[in-house]
């Protein structure tokens, strides 16, 4: 066996030339197809009728495809290079500063204790903090803004949670996409450089996004002036992170906008097994060349009767990089298993009619919105005893709407230039403003409430920071960074030195959100007219359009409403009236919105509530099979790397894993926190750890073509006087707040 030192390279780096390679003969072949397909798609009212949309989903397919023959570590590497950043978009870097770190660990801790059984599936409540950088999070906007706002604090902070089914991409490869949503709300985006597994499985990356959060209330912003948004995995997390925040009376935000949310892992849902020509996400799972960093050891394995057979099978192969397969069905995993989703900000949820991911998506829009009807499966409730607590608190629903984009692939908000990614990106931008709008009039109603004597049984998300108001401070303004123990793989401490009583974000100070917004609040966000910055897409179609409808909650229907939706999706920061806490709706190629069909006629929402959450024939019988032909291709490099982490693994589970800095604990198989050789683990974390560093012509290539039409909005060729008129303000602000 190789010793640590010898371990070796990969033999075929993932590189932009063979990218490229690979890429150019599937853009001739989607034009031939465009071709030939173009009257039947266009009649069909399909996106693939549009260039631009068929040849941006062949090329992200192929890419997909060409990355399986490479290893985890290298596609991570891929996409966690440089991506340059446009001249017009300000972007700061912030290290989060170990304090706020440390009690996001601490509070994490708590929920994950909430069920006795959590914290041994997990392995337990230190592992899960060692880190091989920083945290990092950046600060995006569009130049234009900035000088518009002046030294005002931004009104607006979009606090987004990037995708990529949680082992890769990148703040690089959202960086876009982010400033995007970020622009179409007026607002300052804060985005978080959070751990990737397999090196850092759950809950790690919800460690770190629930420290990003903290940072910012530190920083003096009010909770009722945040988005939270995200997609794909990302959306996923911030679902989760929204039930942490009100399982643990913290301060809520305004809502929440979910691009395409991953909310179920163990995919238990029809659509995960439909046709995946529309979609780019592999039916089959993801599979790739063996490397240090995957696949795991094989575990002691659990025998499971998969639902649709009769017989058990044993499976002993992990089947999704963010946790081992019996965390699968756990709610701080697949939030789709939560006990109830109600109690939360007002939310938005949209998915693609032909993505895989569509059904499980529709259905927790649902299960938001009329939390009794949609309870998990019998056996979540027995495994985790807190979600029938959570299911009989009677937490009132969710204000939802949800959005089914006609023909739409996952996240097609990739596909930045076509004219689906536009609606999508207005849909969600709509929702934004509405709820950051509604919330500030709530925000505002029960100050005067209480100016007035008034005893208001509500609870407020809004806080107050005695402690720290500032919304700049050296981190925020610079690229330095504080002192942490990210150098050699150090845990946080056990336990927080922050006295309960004096903690910066006690449940006592700040108590849970538990209603919808008042009639008054929504009906007045609806009557606010938003400047928003002129955008490039023009939101005035040509084709014929009416303005919004006015907004209410369901007492409203009947009354206050006045008028249908709107026929064509735009960004006004106004929606029609909420049926039954919901506003269920299909969006065409061009824009045009109707009803979505009525939910008992729906396979998302007519599953049997027992199937939510297990294992299913159909996708784990297809990804065994795959898996095993990837084991048969790869046998010599699987056989290699395994010898090195057997070896390895027996050292650590005698030290105490990390040279004993984990010792009583087990961390799971695939974790950078599993070795014993520090080096090692160093070594197999590189990949996520040693980011930005390099420049990628390839992801480049995707974002300049992406951000071209943005130019137009960031002052087109005045972008250089921009520029020129920024580094004047921040020159004659040095040290004024924030930056």
């Known amino acids: 066996m190789a010793s640590p030192v010898d371990v070796r390279g990969p033999k075929h780096s993932l590189r932009t030339a063979g990218v490229a390679a690979k890429a150019t003969p599937t853009v001739l072949n989607s034009f031939v197809r465009f071709l030939l397909l173009h009257k039947k798609h266009k009649k069909d009212g399909k996106p693939t009728a549009?260039?631009?949309?068929?040849?941006?989903?062949?090329?992200?397919?192929?890419?997909?495809?060409?990355?399986?023959?490479?290893?985890?570590?290298?596609?991570?590497?891929f996409t966690g290079h440089k991506v340059p950043t446009p001249s017009w978009i300000e972007k700061r870097v912030?290290?989060?500063?170990?304090?706020v770190i440390d009690r996001a660990a601490e509070i994490l801790r708590k929920q994950l204790r909430v069920d006795p059984d959590t914290v041994q599936l997990v392995g337990g409540e230190r592992w899960w903090t060692a880190r091989g950088r920083d945290l990092m999070c950046e600060w995006i906007e569009m130049k234009k803004q900035r000088i518009a706002r002046g030294g005002k604090p931004a009104e607006r902070v979009l606090f987004y949670i990037h995708g990529g089914a949680h082992f890769f991409s990148s703040l690089e490869t959202h960086r876009y996409q982010v400033q995007r949503h970020g622009r179409k709300l007026n607002a300052r985006a804060f985005a978080p450089a959070y751990r990737l597994s397999p090196q850092y499985p759950f809950p790690s990356a919800l460690h770190d996004v629930l420290a990003a959060y903290m940072y910012l209330l530190d920083e003096g912003y009010e909770s009722h002036q945040i988005l939270f948004s995200g997609d794909s995995s990302g959306a996923g997390l911030v679902l989760v992170l929204l039930?942490?925040?009100?399982?643990?009376?913290?301060?809520?935000p305004a809502g929440a906008t979910l691009i395409s949310p991953w909310v179920d892992l163990s995919h238990s849902f029809p659509s995960i097994m439909s046709d995946d020509a529309g979609d780019y996400i592999p039916s089959r799972g993801f599979h790739y060349r063996p490397g240090l960093e995957w696949p795991p050891l094989k575990d002691e394995g659990r025998s499971i009767i998969l639902e649709g057979e009769e017989e058990a099978v044993l499976l002993d192969e992990q089947m999704q990089m963010y946790a081992p397969n019996a965390l699968l069905n756990h709610p701080m995993v697949s939030p789709v298993n939560q006990g109830s989703l109600g109690g939360l900000p007002p939310l938005y949820v949209c998915a693609g009619s032909a993505e895989l991911l569509r059904d499980e998506i529709i259905y927790i829009a649902h299960k938001a919105a009329a939390p009794a009807q949609y309870p998990p499966a019998p056996a979540t409730l027995e495994a985790y005893p807190s979600q029938q607590k959570h299911l009989d608190a009677a937490y009132p629903p969710t204000l939802t709407q949800v959005q089914v984009f006609d023909g739409g692939c996952h996240v097609a908000t990739t596909l930045s230039i076509t004219a689906l990614a536009k609606f999508m990106y207005r849909g969600s931008?709509?929702?934004?403003?509405?709820?950051?709008?509604?919330?500030?009039?709530?925000?505002?109603?029960?100050a005067a409430e209480k100016a007035g004597g008034h005893h208001h049984h509500s609870h407020s998300h809004?806080?107050?920071?005695?402690?720290?108001?500032?919304?700049?401070?050296?981190?925020s303004s610079s690229n330095s960074s504080p002192p942490t123990r990210s150098a050699t793989l150090s845990p946080t401490p056990e336990h927080s030195t922050i006295p309960e009583s004096t903690d910066k974000l006690s449940p006592a100070s700040h108590p849970i959100v538990l209603e919808a917004l008042a009639s008054r609040d929504a009906r007045e966000a609806n009557e606010e007219q938003h400047d928003l910055?002129?955008?490039?897409?023009?939101?005035?179609?040509?084709?014929?359009?009416s303005s919004s409808s006015s907004v209410g909650t369901d007492d409203d229907v009947g009354n206050d409403a006045t008028s249908a939706s709107p026929p064509i999706v735009k960004v006004t920061g106004h929606l029609p009236p909420f049926t039954d806490s919901m506003i269920r709706q299909r969006v065409s190629v061009t824009g045009r919105l109707r009803p979505l069909e009525p939910a008992d006629t729906l396979p998302a929402t007519t599953i049997s509530p027992s199937s939510v959450g297990r294992l299913h024939k159909g996708p784990v019988r297809k990804w065994l099979a795959e898996r095993a032909r990837y084991d048969e291709k790869y046998a010599k490099d699987l056989a290699y790397y395994r010898d090195i982490r057997l070896a390895d693994r027996e050292k650590a589970v005698a030290s105490g894993f990390l040279q004993g800095k984990f010792a009583g604990e087990n961390p799971p198989l695939a974790s950078l926190a599993g070795w014993s050789d520090e080096q090692l683990a160093l070594r197999c974390g590189q990949s996520v750890d040693e980011i930005g560093k390099k420049t990628n012509l390839a992801l480049a290539s995707w974002a300049r073509i992406s951000a071209e039409p943005d130019k137009?909005?960031?002052?087109?060729?005045?972008?250089?006087?921009?520029?020129?008129k920024l580094d004047e303000m921040q020159v004659g602000a040095e040290g004024a707040e924030p930056k």
Request: charged share 25%; hydrophobic share 35%; aromatic share 4%.
């Open 50 to 77: 549009q260039l631009s949309y068929a040849e941006g989903l062949a090329i992200v397919k192929r890419f997909l495809d060409y990355a399986s023959t490479h290893s985890v570590a290298e596609l991570q590497a």
């Open 94 to 99: 912030v290290h989060l500063p170990n304090d």
């Open 243 to 252: 039930t942490l925040l009100r399982d643990q009376g913290l301060p809520l």
């Open 429 to 446: 931008a709509n929702f934004g403003l509405f709820a950051l709008t509604a919330a500030k009039k709530k925000a505002e109603r029960l």
């Open 462 to 475: 809004s806080h107050s920071h005695s402690h720290h108001t500032s919304r700049s401070g050296t981190s």
């Open 533 to 545: 910055i002129a955008d490039s897409e023009s939101e005035s179609d040509s084709e014929s359009e």
């Open 712 to 724: 137009e909005v960031a002052g087109g060729v005045k972008v250089s006087e921009v520029s020129t």
